[in-house]
């Protein structure tokens, strides 16, 4: 059974680079058994997907979001990660690091989510 | 690319029934989509994937109070025998050209 850990800094002033990292165990990332994504919710809103990625280094985003997001694997720590670049108070949230079958893209794991504030 | 609609609320008492509504956009209705549950303060957690054809399977360890099923351009998500455990937040999702949808949710509440 995976079980993925988001792991980050908790505040950051505008501007800045968000940078997260989400923590595999459970399977191995060279397996290619699975996408590996991240997805954010704004305090009281709802689910918004950000992006993922395959062990090859492919990588898909949210258009919205693609001149500032990248996601990249490191199968040798078993880890994925997370950068937003340019922050504001718009992408305080919690973001959640979440697992899809790679065969269908059907989603499976979602890990626990780390809150990001954005602050002067 | 997909919509997704969903009612913004929904309650049911608890030993109940309710049924949850995902609506696929036009030109996107045979999409397969996913269902997520949310309990307050608590991540998503995948309940299970809907086809167009009303084959559904669950996640693993999610009770078989929870069921899917499809007409058209509408995928559903019946909680049976409802619990306390079940007010929540239930997300549909879908996938497109590897872009991933969301609908707006439903926020159940179990009286």
């Known amino acids: 059974h995976l079980q993925l850990q988001e792991s980050g800094p908790g505040l950051l002033k505008p501007s800045e680079i968000l940078s997260l990292t989400c923590s595999v165990s459970?399977?191995?990332?060279?397996?290619?058994?699975?996408?590996w994504g991240w997805v954010r919710q704004p305090p009281g809103k709802g689910l918004e997907w950000i992006g993922s990625?395959?062990?090859?280094?492919?990588?898909f985003y949210n258009p919205s979001l693609r001149s500032r997001v990248s996601i990249s694997v490191d199968t040798s720590k078993n880890q994925f990660s997370l950068k937003l670049t340019s922050v504001t108070a718009a992408d305080t949230a919690v973001y959640f690091c979440?697992?899809?079958?790679?065969?269908?893209?059907?989603?499976?794991?979602w890990g626990q989510g780390t809150l990001v504030t954005v602050s002067s | 690319q997909p919509v997704l609609t969903q009612s913004s609320s929904a309650s049911a008492s608890l030993g109940s029934s309710v049924e949850l509504t995902c609506t696929l956009s036009?030109?996107?209705?045979?999409?397969?989509i996913a269902w997520h549950q949310q309990q307050p303060g608590k991540a998503p957690r995948y309940l299970m994937n809907?086809?167009?054809?009303?084959?559904?399977n669950r996640g693993s360890g999610v009770p078989d109070r929870f069921s899917g099923s499809s007409s058209g351009a509408d995928r559903y998500l019946t909680i049976s025998n409802v619990q306390s455990e079940d007010e929540a937040d239930y997300y549909c999702?879908?996938?497109?050209?590897?872009?991933?949808?969301f609908g707006g949710g439903t926020k159940v509440t179990v009286l």
């Open positions: 459970g399977d191995s990332l060279s397996r290619g058994s699975y996408y």
């Open positions: 036009s030109g996107h209705t045979s999409h397969i």
């Open positions: 990625v395959y062990r090859s280094g492919d990588t």
């Open positions: 999702e879908t996938w497109d050209r590897n872009l991933v949808i």
């Open positions: 809907v086809e167009y054809s009303g084959s559904y």
């Open positions: 979440a697992s899809r079958l790679s065969s269908t893209y059907i989603p499976d794991s």
